[in-house]
């Protein structure tokens, strides 16, 4: 019982996950592009959503203008500044998104305060759902997992059925041949920056209820963003979904049961100290394994 | 006497210490950036108000306030803290929220023979072996909360209890405290990552332990992530939560909502506490800032009364420092927490109230008080204080 | 490569600092010696991460930890004197602790390096962070020496009988001492032979293989030496604090490092001071004035990378290929 409900657990991480790590493998495939602020249209999403939902009281509202705001300020983002460091390589990427997550962060709490502000949950999912004798879970989690794998499902749609979707493939396959073959690369780069930046709004969005709303929320994630792309392949959707369950998997599980683990063969103090310290590197210990047999990632775009 | 040494002398009058203070400056190093700087800006405005009365003086000195951010990080601290000392030349340094940041400062202070007045929680080494004259604390010892809680937890004949507090040494030393005093059996230890957010998988383990109850430390986004979740799991009615004084304090109940309801904790003070300094308190803090006063306000409001106090007691001739010390020591003064006294390693000796959330006449999520689980108590660590 | 720029870009530099404590005294302003000494501090840490990329090519999220693993060596080294903690010796001295750092910093390099050479680009940066990381995690957990509450050491290291270092103007000077004599070894490096072949890596790393060197090991090295250098930047910042704690080593101080680097100038000889003393300087001044200044820093930053995109550096030296 405690196995499943952990399983769920992992799902719903590795679900948000994927939508934030889905834009940033595009962005960085498509565009070359190193987007350390990426975590700040999680952030955003987040706070809008927050916002939109106590002065409006509709989670829909709520969601639509957190869509629509953080695409909207990405692809201004991606238009003013980020167009003009495409060419100029990964040092002046970093260092520019290094500064868009400082002004970022400041102008959140210039505008929304200090504080973490709270996003309730929809009255309609507030409850827990017995899924099995001895396990409930909570409603709003399941909404979660099935908001996650819709939104993927339509993800996978649109890069594998549509014309948008075989130009982001091309681009990610090999994007001078795609400009060579008639692609129109800087509307496409505007796009899918704006998708980027509204995927990762709406996981936002979605965790606000159960999270808190505070400055520096995406620094926290976005580390494990970067580390599910780098798994996944870069450019890759499929990667995307494959790193961000096996890290979810990895991150859930290792917090979970190896505490527990340890005890059986370590004293019990010991045990409850080494735990959760060695969780957290578990994840990293894992990409380095990965990197060592596949250095391209597990399901890399390029051919 | 040529001009050169008539510019040495000039020199050197202007860099000696005038002989008598006509002002007292305040070094209020907090953590101005980062998700906890809400907190400390709260005890700055507690600070701030107690000020406003007395027309910005404490005794007769006029203050001079420098605010400076410490960024939740020892080094920035410690930074920060050399600007104050040798760029501004503070006479007392307060504000620190974090055990961390204070232990990297503390023993500079001591050093420069700067007042530290802790206005948070007092790390045990801090109280206990490496006490020091020119270190007071106006909250309390880290672990006082904790063994309130479970002193309280044990009255309420509870007997197998799940723990849980994030994995850093003040989170470990929280949860020894409890252990402390709470005299039951424990069902699980739980240990999250500090700045965790997401804690379904705790909220499992806690579950499928099946304690009767469970205590929690945590703090801002933390305690407000793990309030929601574990209400949402439908856990809060089964198994009865009871934190220590952060984790269910205004911040948390501002972020948390109807999600915290029923949950107890213990604190050194409550806003609805029923003394003459805490009515006036609140009501000027309702008053200035349109909301509840939080402990951290309550804290930067009562360092401030404290220091009042004792510079009135020395006249305001605070350049000399024994006899400064021995006026805050002596600390006389209508604190808003009820009884205080400083125990002889300088951390209060204080009554510890048990509260719990509830909605008020006007609906609000406040904390009331229910009962004070244990008079006069003092620290852990005071017989380590050779002091 | 014109040295009449460079040269009296350091001839002017080296002056004004040597210059820094009496006018700072003078002026009343003694505080400014200790900002300068964590600048040069800072300086060397960033002239490291600058030979391993602007040299070496490697775009390295790791310095944070070897810094922070140097800084942690001296401060460990010197509380087993007083207090025996554990198993590991114990010594004050300033010529024991200090390349006893250096010493951790280039092995713990030299470790990283051997594994994450394999890889190359982002991934290298990513297996980078993730060794970080685990360094982090380490001191994070080990509760013997303080874990997330930090190491605190009494006293400065010993440096030699009558030469204080509690005295911040005289630790000034070693940490002046200490940083020119790194550029000048820094300098050398580039220019030798061991500089050329990895610059020819640098730029054609399969022509330098089909040439028949043995790359993965000159980048091994350099690699090490950046450690090295980084751990030594450790020595001095625990000293100047008197106490570490493993905040030093979270990925975002890595970052920060990198941020630094390439505002000075990637592969620019001073590129480590212009980088670590505009930014620490912005800072400074800029949160003496408001409470915003993450804004004004975000700013000047990305002025610099559109405005200077060879880094500050590079605004005295003309292109290079």
Redesign the interface.
């Known amino acids: 019982?405690?196995f499943l409900?952990?399983t769920l657990?992992a799902l719903?991480?590795g679900l948000m996950l994927f939508l934030i790590a889905a834009g940033l493998t595009l962005v960085f495939g498509i565009m070359d592009l190193v987007n350390l602020a990426h975590g700040s249209f999680y952030m955003l999403g987040a706070y809008v959503a927050a916002t939109v939902a106590a002065k409006s009281g509709s989670f829909a509202a709520a969601f639509l203008v957190a869509l629509a705001a953080a695409a909207g300020v990405g692809m201004l983002v991606e238009w003013l500044l980020l167009r003009r460091v495409y060419g100029r390589g990964h040092l002046s990427q970093v260092l520019v998104t290094f500064a868009l997550i400082l002004i970022a962060n400041e102008t959140v709490?210039w505008i929304w305060?200090?504080?973490?502000?709270?996003m309730?949950?929809p009255r309609s999912l507030?409850?827990?759902v017995a899924l099995a004798p001895g396990l409930?879970?909570?409603e709003?989690?399941l909404a979660i997992i099935v908001a996650g794998l819709a939104l993927a499902a339509a993800l996978f749609w649109m890069v594998n059925c549509t014309r948008l979707g075989i130009w982001i493939r091309a681009g990610a396959s090999n994007r001078d041949m795609a400009r060579a073959l008639g692609v129109d690369t800087s509307r496409l780069f505007t796009l899918v920056f704006g998708l980027g930046a509204a995927l990762s709004a709406f996981a936002g969005a979605m965790?606000g209820?159960?999270?808190?709303v505070?400055?520096?929320?995406g620094e926290?994630i976005i580390i494990l963003a970067f580390v599910v792309v780098v798994i996944g392949g870069i450019g890759s959707v499929r990667g995307a979904l494959l790193g961000s369950i096996v890290v979810a998997a990895v991150d859930?599980y290792g917090?979970?049961f190896l505490?527990s683990a340890l005890g059986a063969f370590l004293p019990l103090d010991i045990a409850?100290?080494l735990?959760?310290?060695l969780s957290?590197v578990s994840i990293f210990v894992l990409m380095a394994a990965i990197l060592f047999f596949r250095p391209r990632g597990l399901m890399p775009a390029t051919g | 006497m040529n001009i050169r040494t008539a510019l040495l002398a000039a020199l050197a009058l202007?860099?000696t210490p005038p002989w008598a203070a006509d002002k007292i400056t305040i070094g209020f190093l907090t953590t101005?950036?980062?998700?906890l700087?809400?907190?400390s800006?709260e005890k700055l405005e507690g600070f701030q108000l107690y000020l406003k009365t007395t027309g910005g003086k404490l005794g007769r000195l006029p203050v001079e306030v420098i605010v400076a951010?410490d960024q939740n990080?020892?080094?920035a601290g410690?930074?920060a803290f050399?600007?104050l000392a040798?760029?501004d030349r503070v006479d007392v340094l307060t504000g620190i929220m974090f055990?961390?940041v204070i232990?990297?400062v503390a023993?500079?202070a001591v050093q420069s023979k700067i007042l530290f007045i802790n206005s948070n929680v007092q790390?045990s080494e801090l109280a206990g072996e490496r006490c020091n004259p020119y270190i007071f604390n106006t909250a309390y010892q880290s672990d006082d909360t904790d063994e309130a809680v479970g002193r309280y937890v044990t009255e309420r004949a509870h007997k197998n209890v799940a723990l849980l507090a994030p994995?850093?040494?003040?989170g470990?030393d929280h949860l020894n405290g409890f252990k402390r005093a709470y005299k039951g059996a424990i069902a699980v230890?739980?240990?999250?990552?500090?700045?965790q957010?997401?804690f379904?998988?705790?909220i499992?383990?806690i579950?499928?332990a099946k304690p009767d109850a469970v205590f929690v430390f945590l703090f801002?986004?933390?305690a407000?992530?793990f309030v929601?979740?574990y209400a949402?799991?439908?856990l809060a009615k089964e198994i009865p939560l009871y934190g220590a004084a952060s984790t269910l304090e205004e911040?948390v109940l501002?972020?948390?909502?109807e999600s915290a309801l029923g949950m107890v904790s213990a604190s050194n003070w409550n806003a609805d506490l029923d003394n003459p300094a805490n009515k006036r308190f609140v009501a000027l803090h309702e008053k200035e800032y349109k909301r509840r006063p939080s402990l951290y306000s309550f804290q930067g409001w009562d360092t401030a009364a404290l220091l009042d106090a004792a510079v009135k007691d020395v006249d305001g001739k605070i350049e000399n420092r024994e006899a400064f010390r021995a006026a805050l020591r002596k600390a006389s003064f209508s604190s808003a927490r009820g009884p205080f006294k400083f125990g002889p390693n300088q951390v209060p000796i204080q009554d510890w109230y048990a509260r719990r959330v509830e909605k008020d006449a006007q609906g609000q999520v406040v904390n009331r008080y229910l009962h004070t689980v244990v008079r006069g108590h003092a620290d852990a660590y005071a017989s380590q204080c050779k002091m | 490569m014109k040295l009449g720029a460079t040269w009296w870009f350091g001839i002017v530099a080296v002056v004004l600092l040597v210059l820094l404590p009496p006018i700072a005294s003078f002026t009343?302003?003694?505080?400014y010696i200790?900002v300068a000494t964590?600048v040069l501090a800072y300086a060397i840490a960033v002239s490291s991460l600058n030979l391993v990329l602007g040299h070496g090519g490697m775009l390295s999220l790791a310095q944070g930890s070897l810094l922070g693993a140097g800084a942690y060596t001296t401060a460990i080294l010197t509380v087993e004197a007083t207090k025996d903690v554990t198993f590991l010796p114990g010594a004050t001295s300033a010529w024991i602790t200090w390349p006893a750092a250096m010493l951790v910093g280039a092995l713990l390099g030299l470790a990283i390096a051997s594994i994450s050479l394999r890889t190359r680009a982002i991934f290298f940066l990513m297996i980078t962070l993730a060794f970080n990381q685990m360094l982090y995690y380490l001191f994070?957990s080990m509760?013997v020496y303080?874990?997330?509450?930090?190491l605190?050491m009494a006293a400065r290291s010993d440096l030699l009988p009558g030469l204080a270092l509690e005295n911040d103007t005289v630790f000034f000077y070693v940490a002046l001492a200490l940083f020119a004599i790194f550029t000048f070894v820094q300098h050398r490096l580039v220019h030798s032979r061991f500089g050329r072949v990895l610059e020819g890596i640098r730029i054609n790393e399969p022509r330098m293989q089909a040439l028949g060197f043995d790359t993965y090991r000159y980048k091994l090295v350099c690699f090490a030496i950046g450690g090295a250098g980084s751990g030594l930047a450790g020595a001095l910042?625990v000293n100047k604090?008197?106490?570490v704690?493993p905040?030093?080593l979270d990925w975002l101080q890595s970052g920060t490092l990198l941020v630094m680097t390439i505002l000075g100038g990637v592969g620019q000889l001073w590129g480590g001071l212009l980088g670590a003393a505009a930014y620490l300087v912005i800072e400074e001044l800029l949160?003496a004035y408001t409470?915003r200044w993450?804004i004004g820093l975000g700013v000047a930053l990305i002025a610099v990378t559109l405005y200077a995109p060879r880094g500050l550096g590079a605004l005295f030296v003309p292109r290079r290929p």
């Open positions: 019982m405690l409900e952990q657990n719903q991480l709490r305060g200090a504080n973490p502000i709270d309730g949950v507030a409850g827990s409930s879970y909570s709003y989690r965790l209820p159960i999270l808190s505070q400055v520096g929320m926290a859930t917090r979970a505490p409850t100290h735990g959760p310290g957290q | 202007a860099s101005r950036t980062g998700p700087s809400g907190i800006g951010d990080n020892p080094d410690r930074q050399e600007r040798k760029r055990s961390n232990l990297s023993p500079a790390p994995n850093f040494p003040a470990r230890e739980i240990l999250p990552r500090v700045g957010l997401d379904s998988v705790e499992a383990q579950r499928a801002g986004g933390m407000v992530n929601k979740q949402q799991a439908g911040d501002r972020g948390a909502g | 009343q302003q003694e505080f200790g964590r994070f509760k303080g874990g997330d509450d930090g605190g910042l604090n008197l106490f704690s905040g030093l949160s409470q993450q």
